[in-house]
Structure formats: C-alpha cells, structure tokens
C-alpha cells in the first residue's frame, strides 16, 4: 500500500486518517497505520511568539475569557487501521469504528488563524453525509479549540448551528478540547484529539478542560 507523508497544518494527522481510510476501502492495502508528530524548533516557537499567535502565559484557555493565544506543545501518536469486518475476524480489540470522514479547503479568511466558519459548516456535513448519520445523533465533539479570541468563537458557532438546531434538552451535545490539557500538536493535533476522544468513548467520560 502506500505510504506516504501529509503536511496540511494542523489537520495534517486528520487529512492522513482520511487517506488512510479511503485507501482501505480501495482495496489500496488491508490495513493501515496513521502517526502524527510534532518536534518543536525553537526558531518556529520564536517567529509564532514574534507574531502574536501563541499564548504570553503558556497555556491554552480553550473556550475561556483568557484566551490568548495557543501553547505549542510536541507529541506523537499513532492508530492502527482495518477495515471492520478484517479486525472482527483476526480478532483484534477494537477501541473505535471511524464511521466516516472529509476532506475540504478553508478557503479565503483573513489569516491563517481566522477560520472560514461557512467551509468548517460544510466540512462537518459532508462528514456527516458520509458517515450516514444526523446531527443529532452526536453527543460528543471534541473541538479544535485553540485557545484564541479569534478561532474559538467561529468555531462554537458553527458547532451551534450544525449540532444545536433542533435538539431537545434530553439530548444534550458535550464539547471537550484536549488542548487545553497538553497543548495544540500542530501537525498532530488531529491525532490528539482522535486519542482523546477514543478515551472519552472507552471511559464514558469527558475530559475536563
């Protein structure tokens, strides 16, 4: 199968899942493993400083009045792939069915951290689409949620708007962001949160901000 390396910012990770997926539904390979890791440099950490983009006190106040800016943190994860009925039949434990996914372009914003809420909004229903489920179907997002006054706001109203239109109050949507505990992964932040949201699924229990 193939293998190759993804590098589209901070869904890098993501984009590589979505990849991988497709190539196991192809036929491309019968299983597959998708890593994300982020190394820190220092020159990055100083041009992002310089730049105003990371936080003065190093941390990530997710969804917070504090939010300052986003912490650099450095990691690395991995999942291992198969197609269902291949990881039911060697046995395998499975922690979690990706039941399906996209793939869009932000499009035209102000900068690299003013996302386009009208792409996230079609992104998240393609997504859906895909995955053949409703909106109201999902109890749990785990969130990009950087920690920014700019970022975080496009992106709860866009979570409002898909997942809050017509939900009842017995059936309430929880929003969690692992960044907030160990920081924004960049090239694995997509991985993070993959992770952190197989734990919430495996314990039944969201992870506090």
Known sequence: GPATTTDTACSSSLVALHSARRSLQHGD???????????????????????????????????????????????????ILKRLEDAEKDGDSIYAVVKGSAVMQDGKSASLTAPNGLAQEKLIKAALTDAKISA??????????????????????VICRVYGSGRSVDNPLYVSGVKANIGHLEASAGMAGILSSIAAIQNNSCPPN
């Open 29 to 79: 390979c019968t299983m597959a493993v998708v890593v994300g890791v982020n190394v820190l440099a220092p020159a990055a950490s100083i041009a992002f400083a310089v730049a105003g983009m990371t936080s003065a006190d190093g941390k990530c106040h997710t969804f917070d009045e504090a939010a300052n800016g986003y912490c650099r943190g450095e990691g690395c994860g991995a999942v």
């Open 136 to 157: 109201s179907e999902v109890c749990y997002i785990e969130s990009h949620g950087t920690g920014t006054k700019l970022g975080d706001p496009v992106e709860t109203d």
